[in-house]
């Protein structure tokens, strides 16, 4: 199946720097979209970008489909950022594999303030 | 919208009893997915529905497992007999999707299930 590598694993920044998070993936995708979740838990949908560049706000996203990766850029960091940012995709592939979100093992961030 | 609505939100429970995680997903969505996250795993798919029809189940670890969806409104993961390293936080989700051939749109997940078995 597709393989999804997120980069760095870890990042601890002080509060007000910008942060690049990274998404690699090994095969074609039709559907790619950032999560984020919170020190509680709960799993928040930031970005749906197969392809493109979105903003929203402080955060910022640009997915390059033909080389296969994906940026997630948080701009003037607040400690409510803390948490692990996940990247997922569905690979371009037919049969069951629609449908099938894989992710990466997420990068974890912490904001100090 | 009160979004995926999951529950019970914590269990625990001793090894070899049956588990029932629930999910309502958001009105209006045809696709439903159920995940389990782990440490040493991270989030894994193990099952999801389409217009209430099982598509793909090959995530599901083994015959413990089931999943059902009666109806779109109600989704139950069950684990019989449940064991320790059924230990995890399951999550449900949904979206809504024209046709299998379409890309998922955005999944928007529930609060998740914490499973702790002892």
């Known amino acids: 199946g597709i393989q999804v590598e997120q980069s760095p694993p870890d990042l601890i920044l002080q509060e007000g720097a910008n942060s690049t998070l990274r998404c690699n993936f090994s095969?074609?995708?039709?559907?790619l979209q950032w999560f984020h979740q919170n020190p509680w838990g709960q799993l928040i949908n930031l970005f749906y970008i197969p392809s493109g560049t979105k903003q929203n706000g402080r955060l910022s996203a640009t997915t390059v489909a033909t080389e296969r990766y994906s940026l997630l850029y948080i701009s003037s960091s607040q400690t409510t950022d803390s948490g692990v940012y996940f990247c997922a995709v569905i690979a371009n592939a037919g049969g069951t594999s629609y449908g099938k979100l894989t992710f990466g093992q997420g990068t974890i961030l912490t904001v100090h303030p | 919208d009160a979004g995926v609505i999951q529950s019970p939100r914590h269990e625990v429970t001793e090894m070899g009893q049956e588990v029932t995680l629930r999910c309502k997903p958001i009105?209006?969505?045809?696709?439903l997915f159920w995940y389990r996250q782990t440490m040493m795993r991270g989030l894994e798919l193990l099952i999801y529905f389409n217009n209430n029809v099982p598509i793909d189940d090959s995530g599901m670890p083994e015959d413990r497992f089931s999943a059902k969806m009666p109806n779109a409104s109600f989704s139950t993961l069950k684990i019989q007999p449940s064991e320790p390293r059924d230990s995890a936080v399951y999550f449900c989700a949904s979206t809504f999707r024209r046709g299998l051939s379409s890309g998922a749109n955005v999944l928007t997940f529930g609060a998740g299930s914490r499973l702790t078995v002892l």
């Open positions: 095969d074609s995708v039709n559907n």
């Open positions: 009105s209006g969505h045809n696709s």
